[in-house]
């Protein structure tokens, strides 16, 4: 199961640490936080411990509310189940009595240093929590971002993967990662593709050596992630094996349980193959958006025939 540290929270949002300063070790491996509700009325029948708790200005403002003896019993009740870490997102004031039960339970309290409404900042922390515990994958081959679609290219070493994306870069489009793509599942329905960190922004090439794509194209020729609509496999020209059906038999490719699309384009010296991928690409997006081609091609040659008919 993956895991990030209080720690790497703290850097992530900037937090003050108000209490538990010598705990941020603790682990986080739950991608969805609580905020908690029932549970200061003594109901946990359906709270799940290992959240992280949200106490935002209508929390604490009934913690305020109570009296010294109501107030501790509330907390303490909360403070039983050891979340790796409360934050509050409704400013500093009157956090004594909070911050003394958790520097005795030994846990983080973190203070947000925006004014941010809390459920504006909830979504922000349940992005980035999705993101660093998603089950995630680590496979060969170079993620790109064509006119928005996000595009795995495979294939065996040599083929010719990198060239392609180099030519792809040149006509607009983006890198992801090149050689090692990190595939991480965000739904059932999502995969992202992104770099290992070590690979971000280059891009190796056969016979040229390490490209820096930023350094030499801008900024514009570089992205952290995107989501993997396509999966293109690179392969070695083989005569008389070429579909020239007017529609490909749709292929899937199985990411962790996520199927993607997939086909294979043939290399062959002369072949405008990062053309092909574009095309690709648009043609994805055309479909998704209710047009087929085929179908439009389809219904014009069966409109001439019943107009041949008639006449």
């Given at each position: 199961?993956?895991?990030?540290?209080?720690?790497?929270?703290?850097?992530?949002?900037?937090?003050?640490v108000?209490?538990?300063?010598?705990q941020?070790?603790?682990?986080?491996?739950?991608?969805?936080?609580?905020?908690?509700?029932?549970?200061?009325?003594?109901?946990?029948?359906?709270?799940?411990?290992?959240?992280?708790?949200?106490?935002?200005?209508?929390?604490?403002?009934?913690?305020?509310?109570?009296s010294?003896?109501?107030?501790?019993?509330?907390?303490?009740?909360?403070?039983?189940?050891?979340?790796?870490?409360?934050?509050?997102?409704?400013?500093?004031?009157?956090?004594?009595?909070?911050?003394?039960?958790?520097?005795?339970?030994?846990?983080?309290?973190?203070?947000?240093?925006?004014?941010?409404?809390?459920?504006?900042?909830?979504?922000?922390?349940?992005?980035?929590l999705?993101?660093?515990?998603?089950p995630?994958?680590?496979?060969?081959?170079?993620?790109?971002?064509?006119?928005?679609?996000?595009?795995?290219?495979?294939?065996?070493?040599?083929?010719?993967?990198?060239?392609?994306?180099?030519?792809?870069?040149?006509?607009?489009?983006?890198?992801?990662?090149?050689?090692?793509?990190?595939?991480?599942?965000?739904?059932?329905?999502?995969?992202l593709?992104?770099?290992?960190?070590?690979?971000?922004?280059?891009?190796?090439?056969?016979?040229?050596?390490?490209?820096?794509?930023?350094?030499?194209?801008?900024?514009?020729?570089?992205?952290?992630?995107?989501?993997?609509?396509l999966?293109?496999?690179?392969?070695?020209?083989?005569?008389?094996?070429?579909?020239?059906?007017?529609?490909?038999?749709?292929?899937?490719?199985?990411?962790?349980?996520?199927?993607?699309?997939?086909?294979?384009?043939?290399?062959?010296?002369?072949?405008?193959?990062?053309?092909?991928?574009?095309?690709?690409?648009?043609?994805?997006?055309?479909?998704?958006?209710?047009?087929?081609?085929?179908?439009d091609?389809?219904?014009?040659?069966?409109?001439?025939?019943?107009?041949?008919?008639?006449?």
């Open positions: 199961m993956k895991s990030i540290t209080v720690e790497d929270l703290v850097r992530k949002f900037s937090f003050k108000a209490a538990g300063e010598n941020l070790q603790k682990m986080i491996t739950h991608s969805q936080v609580h905020r908690p509700g029932l549970e200061f009325i003594g109901q946990f029948d359906f709270f799940q411990s290992g959240r992280i708790l949200i106490l935002g200005k209508k929390e604490i403002t009934y913690l305020h509310t109570l010294e003896e109501e107030r501790k019993s509330q907390i303490e009740n909360i403070v039983y189940y050891h979340p790796p870490c409360f934050i509050v997102t409704a400013g500093e004031g009157g956090l004594s009595y909070l911050c003394r039960h958790c520097n005795e339970q030994g846990i983080p309290l973190l203070v947000t240093s925006g004014t941010e409404i809390t459920s504006e900042f909830i979504k922000k922390l349940d992005a980035y999705v993101k660093e515990l998603a995630e994958i680590a496979v060969h081959g170079v993620c790109m971002n064509v006119s928005g679609i996000g595009i795995l290219l495979r294939g065996d070493s040599g083929v010719g993967k990198s060239e392609t994306a180099h030519t792809l870069i040149r006509r607009g489009h983006r890198l992801v990662a090149d050689d090692i793509v990190v595939l991480k599942k965000l739904s059932p329905q999502t995969i593709g992104t770099h290992d960190e070590k690979n971000k922004e280059f891009l190796a090439l056969r016979s040229i050596g390490l490209l820096n794509v930023v350094r030499i194209y801008g900024r514009k020729a570089f992205q952290d992630e995107t989501r993997i609509a999966d293109i496999l690179l392969t070695k020209w083989q005569k008389d094996d070429l579909n020239n059906e007017l529609e490909q038999e749709p292929h899937y490719i199985d990411y962790m349980g996520v199927k993607v699309p997939s086909f294979e384009i043939q290399l062959q010296p002369g072949r405008d193959v990062a053309g092909l991928i574009e095309a690709a690409a648009n043609n994805w997006y055309l479909r998704q958006q209710g047009y087929s081609a085929v179908e091609f389809m219904s014009r040659i069966e409109a001439d025939i019943a107009n041949s008919a008639k006449s």
